[in-house]
């Protein structure tokens, strides 16, 4: 019933930045979270940022200070401020979005960070 489309993924250099935008549509009600998961070939899907309706958001250890996690005004968007990128980040990154008892999962954008 969500639908979740993501974007803003490329190729930078180690110290670049990016923006990544996800835009949640359809019945986009009572979304209550949004953010991102990232995976590394061979590695699992970690947490990478998250918002929630009131503001409230958390960070993984290893983006904290480096990226920030921000909404529209209309809650229907968000983005992902990428600044100080490492080789480590590397990853495809997935939006989701979150209602209660339900969470809709972006198609992946892929972030690469090399020299």
């Known amino acids: 019933q969500v639908q979740v489309v993501e974007s803003g993924g490329d190729l930078v250099h180690p110290g670049g930045s990016l923006r990544l935008s996800c835009a949640a549509s359809g019945s986009i009600f009572e979304i209550y979270a949004m953010g991102w998961y990232r995976q590394a070939p061979g590695k699992q899907r970690d947490l990478v940022a998250r918002i929630f309706s009131g503001g409230t958001t958390n960070y993984a250890d290893s983006v904290k200070g480096r990226f920030t996690i921000s909404r529209d005004n209309a809650n229907d968007t968000v983005y992902l401020q990428m600044n100080n990128l490492k080789p480590e980040d590397t990853a495809v990154y997935y939006c989701?979005?979150?209602?209660?008892?339900?969470?809709?999962w972006g198609q992946g954008t892929q972030v690469t960070v090399s020299s």
């Open positions: 989701f979005a979150n209602k209660l008892g339900y969470v809709s």
